[in-house]
């Protein structure tokens, strides 16, 4: 390794037979031969060495990837779009993003994401480069550090040098970073719990994220904030950071968030806990019933926001955390429930 190459690291959870399986299970989005190619110019270590990919990998073997730390054209058009800035400093930025918004150009989505805001007010040069991994693909998100889905609101983290990027990076993946949740699903929880269960793509529907036996690990933890005969409030702590893995573990386990079109009818338990619930509700509110069946039919909004994001900031090395309000639009959807509890008869 030189001075100036930036490398993103892990350390391995489970045995793994062969390296290249490895990272392609840690990085779905790139193929096998691309990270055979990887490790044959060296650009993905094991133990700090270089090695084959079909080398043994063993749980507390620490793994490699070369990240670009030159600076690159990134061909990404900044735009006047107002941003809920909650903190900021010379490393990073603590953004509230909105429901609706997405965090960065991509296909279907090259306008109006977090990114090209981003890009409009602190320009360039004074975001991480966002390109994460060498001459293997050109989905570059300056500053990007993780997501939350389009229609999740909530905290998101964004680092202004890739230092910091590659810093945050690997709390991400070790798990030490506090992300909290408060949520609306369909179905009464039990006060609290946790649910494990491995994730992966859906062979079913490819949009879509299921629990699979050859997925990845996932662990949510969640309580009971308040209960409305027919729904609850929530909140729930991530361990992992699976994608859509909330929505993916409340709905396996029959309890869907409120609005997730994509999830409600997911599972067997999810689509009876939600009829149910729409049941009764049609028999005591209809426009109520309606207004709610009508926002998940369309997608619109899963009523989800990341509430709390707390870490260790990468220069002053001190655990930070940060708290934001629910949005308008979940405030609304709450207060509902509230009065549709009040004047439910059974």
Request: some cysteine; charged content about 25%.
């Amino acid at each position: 390794m030189t001075e100036n190459d930036l490398w993103q690291e892990w350390t391995s959870a489970e045995d793994h037979s062969r390296l290249d399986a490895c990272v392609v299970m840690h990085f779905p989005e790139l193929t096998r031969s691309k990270v055979q190619k990887l490790i044959e110019r060296g650009k993905i270590l094991l133990n700090k060495s270089k090695s084959k990919a079909s080398h043994r990998v063993h749980a507390g073997d620490l793994v490699s990837i070369q990240i670009e730390a030159e600076p690159v054209n990134i061909g990404i058009m900044p735009e006047d779009i107002p941003l809920d800035i909650v903190y900021e400093d010379d490393e990073l930025v603590i953004v509230n993003k909105p429901p609706g918004m997405v965090v960065h150009p991509a296909q279907g989505n090259w306008s109006g994401t977090l990114v090209n805001g981003l890009m409009h007010r602190y320009g360039e040069n004074n975001l991480s480069t966002g390109v994460r991994v060498v001459n293997v693909y050109q989905d570059i998100r300056p500053g990007i550090v993780h997501r939350i889905d389009k229609n999740t609101s909530g905290l998101l983290v964004v680092a202004k040098n890739d230092g910091a990027q590659v810093e945050l990076g690997k709390q991400f993946h070790d798990h030490s970073i506090h992300r909290c949740y408060q949520g609306i699903c369909w179905g009464v929880l039990p006060e609290k719990g946790e649910w494990r269960g491995n994730i992966g793509r859906d062979p079913g529907n490819r949009q879509r994220m299921a629990i699979q036996e050859k997925g990845k690990s996932a662990i949510t933890r969640f309580r009971r904030i308040e209960s409305f005969k027919i729904a609850t409030l929530f909140e729930a702590e991530l361990e992992t950071g699976r994608t859509h893995q909330i929505r993916v573990h409340f709905s396996h386990n029959g309890f869907p968030l409120v609005g997730d079109g994509m999830y409600l009818n997911a599972t067997r338990p999810a689509r009876k806990n939600k009829e149910a619930a729409m049941r009764i509700m049609c028999r005591e509110n209809l426009e109520f019933a309606r207004r709610l069946d009508e926002m998940a039919n369309i997608e619109s909004r899963q009523m989800l926001h990341a509430k709390e994001l707390g870490f260790t900031h990468p220069l002053s090395q001190e655990r930070v955390k940060f708290d934001s309000n629910l949005p308008p639009d979940f405030e609304s959807v709450l207060a509902d429930f509230r009065a549709f509890s009040v004047q439910y008869r059974s």
